[in-house]
């Protein structure tokens, strides 16, 4: 199983940037995905999440109303649209595989597989 996650970089404060996390070597159709980031010194924190058919999305509140997530399960590729882009959203961006998750949707608990991360960063 791969999880490739991209199209993270540099950002001025407010810009915006697209997310994808192409997935492979799993059936993409019957998991649940998320993104959760880690900044350094930090815990890995939830961001988003999307239910397994792509039409229930999940988002921490830091994020709603500023973030965006699909699931394309045709192209099986995740996509996390970030806009009003603030410098303490700079951190790594790993998307993430769950083939089952209750309710937790936001723990990385109950996710089996990762990937390598995306490094954001947001200059002031």
């Known amino acids: 199983v791969q999880l490739q996650a991209c199209g993270g970089g540099l950002v001025p404060a407010g810009g915006s940037l697209r997310l994808s996390c192409a997935a492979s070597g799993l059936d993409f159709s019957v998991y649940h995905m998320g993104w959760f980031r880690q900044a350094p010194g930090k815990e890995r924190e939830f961001v988003s999440a999307m239910d397994r058919s792509g039409t229930t999305p999940y988002y921490a509140d830091s994020m709603k109303g500023r973030f965006t997530i699909s699931k394309n399960n045709a192209r099986n590729t995740l996509f996390l649209q970030m806009n009003s882009l603030k410098p303490e959203d700079t951190a790594l961006y790993y998307c993430?595989?769950?083939?089952?998750?209750?309710?937790?949707?936001?723990?990385?608990?109950?996710?089996?597989?990762w990937g390598q991360g995306t490094l954001v960063t947001v200059s002031s």
């Open positions: 993430a595989a769950a083939r089952f998750w209750g309710s937790a949707y936001d723990r990385p608990n109950v996710y089996n597989f």
